[in-house]
């Protein structure tokens, strides 16, 4: 089996402005250091990456942008590109249905900026999922194989090292409602990794970490960390919270053994 290191990234979305997340950050990766064998990655606002940085300098915990523009420099209003993000972090989430709903973002917008990511020495986290309406239709599949292939056209296997892909059911984002780590386990592995597989080979899509999210907590961690096809989790309302966010790695940690 593929010894894949367990990832946990917190996505803090429009929470924790510029002081806030300095200090949150500064009561957080004290508490993330024991668990060295569990990649933690924080994703606060374009606004306080710079402060974030600042306080997790000299620990483990990594940074993450919430999103980025493919292009270098242009008349893009309110866009951050991936030069400006160079050096700042290491991991982008790209492709959050966030993203693809309320900014209208393409399959094709979300391939550019994989691409480009990769070109810039950043590592994307893309996330893909279903809607409820496409759940009930039984389309899940079809739906993630092509957020997937499009997403990743080309990309290439060496590539494929410096990606992580989320899956996260839209209908679980913020509602409170969560696939079951049965139901989680069988999209992953299924679909997400089944596809990555056929895309790849076998040496490259069992390698590719592949993440749940969608109500992700403390109280059900366990539930999908039990699976070997999942290999961490893409956290929001968990991740504002230092406590259940040191819990969620710590769970990660003892589940994969790490």
């Not at 990234?9 to 668990?35: C, D, I, S, V």
């Not at 839209?170 to 990555?196: D, E, F, K, Y």
């Not at 040191?246 to 994969?256: C, D, E, F, Y």
Request: charged share 15%; glycine share 8%.
């Amino acid at each position: 089996m593929v010894n894949r290191t367990p990832i946990v990234a917190g996505n803090w979305k429009m929470h924790l402005p510029l002081t806030e997340a300095a200090e949150f950050t500064r009561g957080l990766a004290p508490q993330l250091a024991q668990y060295t064998t569990v990649e933690c990655v924080v994703c606060p606002a374009f606004v306080a990456l710079d402060a974030v940085k600042n306080a997790l300098t000299g620990w483990s915990l990594k940074l993450g942008a919430q999103n980025m523009h493919w292009e270098e420099r242009g008349a893009f209003t309110s866009q951050i590109s991936p030069i400006m993000l160079q050096g700042l972090c290491e991991y982008v989430i790209i492709g959050h249905s966030e993203s693809r709903v309320y900014l209208h973002e393409t399959d094709d917008d979300i391939n550019r900026k994989v691409k480009s990511a990769l070109a810039h020495n950043l590592k994307p986290i893309l996330a893909v999922g279903e809607s409820d309406a496409q759940n009930q239709a039984g389309e899940t599949h079809t739906v993630l194989s092509e957020q997937l292939r499009l997403g990743l056209h080309g990309v290439t296997a060496e590539q494929m090292a410096n990606v992580v892909v989320a899956y996260e059911p839209v209908w679980a984002i913020g509602t409170g409602r969560n696939a079951s780590g049965v139901v989680a386990n069988n999209i992953v592995q299924s679909t997400v990794r089944a596809t990555l597989l056929e895309l790849y080979g076998d040496d490259v899509g069992q390698s590719v970490r592949i993440q749940y999210g969608g109500s992700v907590k403390p109280g059900n961690m366990a539930e999908y960390m039990q699976y070997p096809d999942i290999d961490g989790a893409l956290v929001g309302g968990a991740a504002l919270k230092a406590e259940d966010f040191v819990q969620l790695v710590a769970i990660a940690a003892q589940a994969k053994g790490a």
